[in-house]
T-cell receptor, first 112, second 113 residues
Framework: EADIYQTPRYLVIGTGKKITLECSQT?????MYWYQQDPGMELHLIHY???????EKGDLSSESTVSRIRTEHFPLTLESARPSHTSQYLC???????????FGAGTRLSVL | GENVEQHPSTLSVQEGDSAVIKCTYS??????FPWYKQELGKRPQLIID?????GEKKDQRIAVTLNKTAKHFSLHITETQPEDSAVYFC????????????FGQGTTLQVKP
């Protein structure tokens, strides 16, 4: 089934750890996005990609990094997690020439 | 850059009443305006969208209106039901090439039985 898959769904880690949040889509979409969202609050764009080997920073400054080596895969990495990174991270994608974004189920990150 | 303001931040209505959520945008080049619904603990899901060449669009109990001159658009939900309770987000997009959306701050809608 065409969808956007995020793993893990929940993650609790200690300060200073390196983590990678995974996002894969089977929608055949070229564009992918990462948002940071506190529960029920505004969605902040932190990274996006138009296609393979293209990544851009979003509107919200983030200490995370992303890569886009394969069309379907857009992982987000935090080199050294801090309590301020505690939030939900949502991955989304949209198709060629289209603006409709479809979201994954999200990863809830808690940094102790 | 584009900025989207959404009001109100919370809205409480009785079941069966109508609910209206309003958004304004700053960039007159914006041409695509989606609305997303996010239930508690779930992912945002598109419920309706409108493009700048249309003034109104309706889908059953949900409608969206767009006033390009005033740069605002609104979501209208009629005959509200408890399952309409959720956070609603408006958004605006300038380019389908980037697909980049700028979201509003969200409105928490509570429908009381």
């Amino acid at each position: 089934e065409a969808d956007i898959y995020q793993t893990p769904r929940y993650l609790v880690i200690g300060t200073g750890k390196k983590i990678t949040l995974e996002c894969s889509q089977t929608m055949g979409h070229d564009k992918m996005y990462w948002y940071q969202q506190d529960p029920g609050m505004e969605l902040h764009l932190i990274h996006y990609s138009y296609g393979v080997n293209s990544t851009e920073k979003g509107d919200l400054s983030s200490e995370s990094t992303v890569s886009r080596i394969r069309t379907e895969h857009f992982p987000l990495t935090l080199e050294s997690a801090r309590p301020s990174h505690t939030s939900q991270y949502l991955c989304a994608s949209s198709g060629i020439g289209a603006d409709i974004q479809y979201f994954g189920a999200g990863t809830r990150l808690s940094v102790l | 850059g584009e900025n989207v303001e959404q009001h109100p931040s919370t809205l409480s209505v009785q079941e069966g009443d109508s609910a209206v959520i309003k958004c304004t945008y700053s960039d007159s080049a914006s041409n695509y305006f989606p609305w997303y619904k996010q239930e508690l603990g779930k992912r945002p899901q598109l419920i309706i969208d409108i493009r700048s060449n249309v003034g109104e669009k309706k889908d059953q109990r949900i409608a969206v209106t767009l006033n390009k001159t005033a740069k605002h658009f609104s979501l209208h939900i009629t005959e509200t039901q408890p399952e309409d309770s959720a956070v609603y987000f408006c958004a605006a997009s300038i380019s389908s090439n980037t697909g980049k959306l700028i979201f509003g701050q969200g409105t928490t809608l509570q429908v009381k039985p």
